[in-house]
């Protein structure tokens, strides 16, 4: 149900497909207000060219810290890029704003830059990989599995416009595999390679294999083997929409947590 008092959001990679979508999503019905759309292309345009009629009234800007401060925020909702994700976190930080990041890519030295300024400016925040319900429930599944099947493989599978491989979702998995595993994987033969990375790449002692191509939007399969048996864990995301649930429940709860929470699952299970 929509709060009495909307939460104020700014969102920062307004004009890219995520963006848009965050800007139709984030709506007062929903208990939002967008007080800021930051961008550093289609600066001047208004948000509603992008996104239709029921979009904010607001045009889009190039500096986040101006905005906060002519129009206050309580979180940013941030899909902009992983290699700025960091500064705007700090930037809204320093004004008493809390943080969701949706910007895959984020590596170690960018989480505990993340954590420091949840530490310093005593705010909350979130690191999210994956905003799908369904993915979320994957990942959770897979955690299961490998406590009885610790042999696994992951395929994920993302349009050809996305940089980092593999995904921030396929790492996150690997990681959580790893860490629910009671036994180790069988140590396999030694490779013979005909083409370099033919196995994929290593990630917490599971192989992932990315695979970029268009027409994809964002995919994953697990593959869990024993003997006699395999199981198939797998989520496809179709639209871009189908993570606005998980982006409006972020928002919603992020204040209320300690520090810099990673994955939508702590605030799901």
């Not at 599944?141 to 599978?157: S, V």
Request: aromatic fraction near 4%.
């Amino acid at each position: 149900m929509p709060n009495e008092t909307p939460i104020r959001v700014a969102v920062v990679g307004a004009a890219g497909r995520m963006g848009q979508e965050v800007l139709k999503a984030l709506t007062p019905q929903e208990g939002f207000q967008i007080v800021a759309a930051v961008d550093r292309h289609e600066i001047g345009r208004p948000a509603r060219e992008l996104v239709g009629p029921n979009g904010p009234d607001l045009v889009i800007e190039d500096r986040l810290g101006p905005a906060l401060d002519r129009s206050p925020a309580d979180v940013i909702v941030d899909f902009s890029h992983h290699s700025v994700a960091p500064t705007h976190a700090e930037t809204a930080a320093k004004r008493g704003a809390s943080f969701v990041i949706g910007c895959t890519g984020l590596g170690n030295d960018d989480i505990a830059m993340l954590r420091g300024t949840c530490t310093e400016f005593k705010v909350s925040g979130m690191y999210v990989p994956n905003f799908a319900i369904g993915a979320v429930l994957m990942m959770k599944f897979a955690e299961l599995a490998a406590r009885w099947l610790p042999d696994a493989e992951i395929i994920e599978l993302h349009h050809d416009r996305k940089e980092d491989a593999p995904s921030g979702t396929a790492m996150l998995t690997a990681e959580k595999i790893q860490a629910a595993r009671t036994s180790a994987p069988r140590k396999l033969p030694k490779p013979f390679f005909k083409v370099e990375g033919a196995r994929g790449g290593l990630a917490h002692e599971v192989p992932v294999h990315s695979i970029r191509l268009p027409g994809l939007l964002a995919h994953q399969e697990v593959i869990f083997g024993g003997p006699g048996e395999t199981l198939t864990i797998r989520h496809d995301s179709l639209d871009r929409a189908g993570f606005m649930n998980g982006v409006r429940l972020a928002a919603r709860q992020v204040r209320s947590l300690d520090g810099l929470v990673i994955g939508l699952d702590k605030i799901l299970f």
